[in-house]
C-alpha cells in the first residue's frame, strides 16, 4: 500500500532563505506527484503538477523535483518571504488506485519576517 | 466568485444528530471528491464521483453517504454524527482523471 511521508513537520526560517521541502512515497508506481499548498480557511490550492515521466516543474519561485526509483520529491523555494507561510502537502496518484491521491500528512511553513 | 463554494463553513452538532454537507463548483468539471482532513494525517478520501450516474466508495466511506444532485452539486451526509466524525471536510472537483483537483474552502465539523 502506498505510504507519502513529509519531514519535518514544521519549519521556521528567516525571511530571504531559499528551502527546501522533503516528501517521500513507498511505491514508484504513479501517475503524477502534486505540489499543494492550504491556507487556513481557504482550501488547497495546487502549485505544481509532475507526471511521472518528468523531473522537475517550475512556477515562479517554486521548482518541484521528482525521482521515482528513490521514492521522493522535493520542493525548493527560493527567496522566501512572510507570504509563503502556510502548510505544503504532497500526494502521489498511484497507478493501482483508479487515480485516488494518497496524501502526506504536509509540513506546515512559518517565515519569519 | 469562488470555483468550488462549500456550506456550511462551519458546524457544531451533537451526536446523533443527521448532518448535510453541500458543495457546488462552476468550473463545468464532471468530477467530484470528498474529503476529510484529521490533525497531523493527511486527506483521506471519502466518497467520489465521476458523473451524475457514477459515484464511488473511497477509502473510509463508513458513516457516509452522497448524493450527485446535478453535475454541479455533490453533497455528504452523516446519517448520525459521532464524535470522531469531527474533522475538516473539503471538497473538490476536476475535470480529467488526470488533472490537479480543485478544491472549496473547507468544512470545519465538530460533534460534542
Known amino acids: 500500500k502506498q505510504e507519502v511521508t513529509q519531514i519535518p513537520a514544521a519549519l521556521s526560517v528567516p525571511e530571504g532563505e531559499n528551502l527546501v521541502l522533503n516528501c517521500s512515497f513507498t511505491?514508484?508506481?504513479?501517475?503524477?506527484l502534486q505540489w499543494f499548498r492550504q491556507d487556513p480557511g481557504k482550501g488547497l490550492t495546487s502549485l505544481l503538477l509532475i507526471q511521472s515521466s518528468q523531473r522537475e516543474q517550475t512556477s515562479g519561485r517554486l521548482n518541484a523535483s521528482l525521482d521515482k526509483s528513490s521514492g521522493r520529491s522535493t520542493l525548493y523555494i527560493a527567496a522566501s518571504q512572510p507570504g509563503d507561510s502556510a502548510t505544503y502537502l504532497c500526494?502521489?496518484?498511484?497507478?493501482?488506485?483508479?487515480?485516488?491521491?494518497?496524501w502526506g500528512a504536509g509540513t506546515k511553513l512559518i517565515i519569519k519576517p | 466568485d469562488a470555483d468550488v463554494t462549500q456550506t456550511p463553513r462551519n458546524r457544531i452538532t451533537k451526536t446523533g444528530k443527521r448532518i448535510m454537507l453541500e458543495c457546488s463548483q462552476t468550473?463545468?468539471?464532471?468530477?467530484m471528491y470528498w474529503y476529510r482532513q484529521d490533525p497531523g494525517l493527511g486527506l483521506r478520501l471519502i466518497y467520489y464521483s465521476f458523473d451524475v450516474k457514477d459515484i464511488n466508495k473511497g477509502e473510509i466511506s463508513d458513516g457516509y453517504s452522497v448524493s450527485r444532485q446535478a453535475q454541479a452539486k455533490f453533497s455528504l451526509s452523516l446519517e448520525s454524527a459521532i464524535p470522531n466524525q469531527t474533522a475538516l471536510y473539503f471538497c473538490?472537483?476536476?475535470?480529467?482523471?488526470?488533472?490537479?483537483?480543485?478544491f472549496g474552502p473547507g468544512t470545519r465539523l465538530t460533534v460534542l
Open positions: 511505491d514508484s508506481a504513479i501517475y503524477n
Open positions: 468550473k463545468g468539471h464532471d468530477r
Open positions: 500526494a502521489v496518484a498511484p497507478m493501482d488506485s483508479n487515480y485516488q491521491l494518497i
Open positions: 473538490a472537483t476536476n475535470g480529467h482523471i488526470t488533472d490537479t483537483q480543485y
